[in-house]
């Protein structure tokens, strides 16, 4: 199906201009004629070609756009009309051209969904299913305002887990810069102020070590930054493979110290969206799917994937996810009871509060854990070359002391 570029005039000579999705120019002029428009020019749209590059929008944009497009929809604004005022305002041009796409498809008779969907990279599976399921069920204001709360709710804990690891890396890198400039000038500095004084066999084993590893450094940069950066490409492109994700989510949940905070990050995100995805009336099914596409770990996907077939059998939801050994039995039972209760929604909304608690409490625990970690790694470097650098002078002026 091709799409078409059209101008039209309405009864008062109004000039109106949009896109629509048909087979034929003939089938866009018909429908416009049926909304009591005179069609002046339809023409076919090139097919566009996108390069991604990421979304466009920021998640804060997305929560704004959402959460004004639910209150005038609840003051009982037309669609169009709200999106006629959407896209007049906000900062960000390429989201004001997208939300005017929008409208002319919608304008066009195309769904608000179908027109969300044209866009992946700013309204991904999970906002365009529950925009769906607001259509059919007549609460499209009461769905846009669950979505606002939900991308607030995973905006902050991308942040918590975004603000853990900022300050280890951060500190990793100022190590890496510390050694470096070491390595290339202060330690050679050094080497030829002990050469100056004839002392260079006499040095002390320690500092022959770090004179050593200067050199070697200095000698082998090149094929050390060739080798470093054909690690990191060679590690990117297993990553991006299925099996080489497979294998280092599953090596990061199984670590000591950073696998439960990566456990419990992935229970709060798949409680939070299935149990918003529910109470929005979207089916089981449908949301065990998106929540799987959504879950940011192929070993909860998997989990989650075989519960899905599990329950297209016909079996509970609780009994296939306790056999998957992935979520804390808590979780599991606690979810037994939802769906017995038959308040499945509310209870995994009652998980998700709980677990992002917990994962507070256990990001800043890990903040504090690696924090003087990272300060010993760096003042032990540090301190051992300085020390090897200033033995030799210390021997140096007692030497000089007892002449």
């Not at 097919?47 to 003051?75: C, H, W």
Request: charged content about 20%; glycine content about 8%.
């Amino acid at each position: 199906m091709a799409e078409w570029a059209w101008e039209a005039k309405g009864r008062n000579g109004e000039v109106r201009k949009g896109t629509m999705e048909a087979e034929t120019a003939e089938l866009v002029q018909s429908r416009l004629r049926a909304q009591q428009l005179n069609p002046v020019k339809v023409k076919k749209k090139p097919k566009e070609i996108y390069i991604n590059f990421g979304s466009p929008v920021s998640e804060k944009e997305l929560v704004v756009f959402t959460r004004q497009f639910a209150t005038m929809i609840d003051a009982g604004l037309p669609l169009v009309q709200c999106l006629e005022i959407l896209s007049s305002q906000g900062d960000n041009k390429q989201f004001r051209t997208i939300q005017k796409d929008i409208k002319a498809y919608v304008e066009g008779g195309g769904t608000f969904s179908d027109a969300l969907k044209r866009h992946p990279k700013v309204f991904d599976n999970l906002y365009v299913s529950l925009v769906a399921a607001g259509e059919m069920g007549g609460i499209l204001d009461t769905i846009l305002q669950r979505l606002s709360v939900y991308i607030e709710k995973r905006v902050k804990l991308k942040r918590q887990v975004k603000g853990a690891m900022v300050y280890p890396i951060g500190v990793l890198c100022v190590a890496i810069v510390v050694i470096i400039v070491m390595l290339t000038w202060v330690i050679p500095a050094f080497q030829n102020m002990f050469a100056e004084f004839g002392g260079e066999d006499s040095l002390p084993g320690l500092t022959k070590m770090v004179i050593a590893a200067s050199e070697w450094f200095l000698g082998n940069a090149l094929w050390i930054f060739l080798a470093v950066a054909g690690l990191v490409t060679a590690l990117t492109y297993h990553y991006r493979t299925k099996s080489g994700r497979r294998f280092w989510h599953k090596l990061f949940l199984g670590m000591p110290v950073i696998g439960p905070v990566i456990r419990k990050i992935a229970v709060a995100r798949f409680t939070r969206t299935l149990g918003t995805l529910l109470s929005s009336g979207v089916p089981i099914l449908d949301a065990m799917n998106i929540v799987g596409q959504a879950s940011g770990n192929v070993i909860i996907e998997e989990a989650i994937q075989k519960t899905a077939d599990r329950i297209r059998e016909g079996r509970t939801m609780a009994e296939p996810l306790m056999e998957t050994k992935v979520f804390p039995s808590m979780v599991v039972q606690m979810i037994g009871v939802g769906e017995q209760t038959g308040a499945l929604d509310t209870m995994l909304n009652k998980i998700a509060d709980f677990y992002e608690d917990e994962v507070d409490v256990a990001v800043a625990a890990l903040t504090s854990l690696l924090e003087p970690m990272m300060m010993v790694f760096i003042g032990g470097i540090v301190g051992v070359i300085l020390i090897a650098m200033y033995m030799p002078i210390f021997e140096i002026a007692g030497k000089v002391q007892a002449n």
